[in-house]
Nanobody, 123 residues
C-alpha cells in the first residue's frame, strides 16, 4: 500500500529547478503531523545505494547531504501533512528516483515511505 504520495518529478535541463511534494495518502490521512519525529528525502540513482539527502526534524531543524547543500531546501506544511523539496541548480548527477519518508518513534511508531518519483536532469 502506498502510504506517502510524491509528485513533482520530471525531466529538466541542467541548471533548472523542480519542486517535489510528499503528502500522506488517504490510508494514513489521520496521522498527526506534529507527532512525526523524522521527515526525510532520499534518492537512488541507477546502480547505486539509496542515500539520505535532506532531513527535517519536528523542531524544524534541517540537514543536507554535502552534494545538495546550498541547492536543495526541505520544508513542510503542517496543515497539508506535506513536505517539499525545492531543488535548484540541478545537475546531471542529481538524476535519480526520489523518495520521502515519515517516521515516528516509540510505542505508536510507524515508518512510511513514498513510491518514488523520477527526476532526470539532462540536456
Amino acid at each position: 500500500q502506498v502510504q506517502l504520495v510524491e509528485s513533482g518529478g520530471g525531466l529538466v535541463q541542467p541548471g533548472g529547478s523542480l519542486r517535489l511534494s510528499c503528502a500522506a495518502s488517504k490510508i494514513i490521512a489521520d496521522i498527526d503531523f506534529v507527532d512525526i519525529d523524522f521527515m526525510g528525502w532520499y534518492r537512488q540513482a541507477p546502480g547505486k545505494e539509496r542515500e539520505l539527502i535532506a532531513t527535517l526534524s519536528n523542531s524544524g531543524t534541517t540537514n543536507y547531504e554535502d552534494s545538495v547543500k546550498g541547492r536543495f531546501t526541505v520544508s513542510r506544511d503542517n496543515a497539508k501533512n506535506s513536505i517539499y523539496l525545492q531543488m535548484n541548480s540541478l545537475k546531471p548527477e542529481d538524476t535519480a528516483v526520489y523518495y520521502c519518508r515519515f517516521k515516528r518513534m516509540g510505542k505508536f511508531g510507524y515508518d512510511y515511505w513514498g513510491q518514488g518519483t523520477q527526476v532526470t536532469v539532462s540536456s
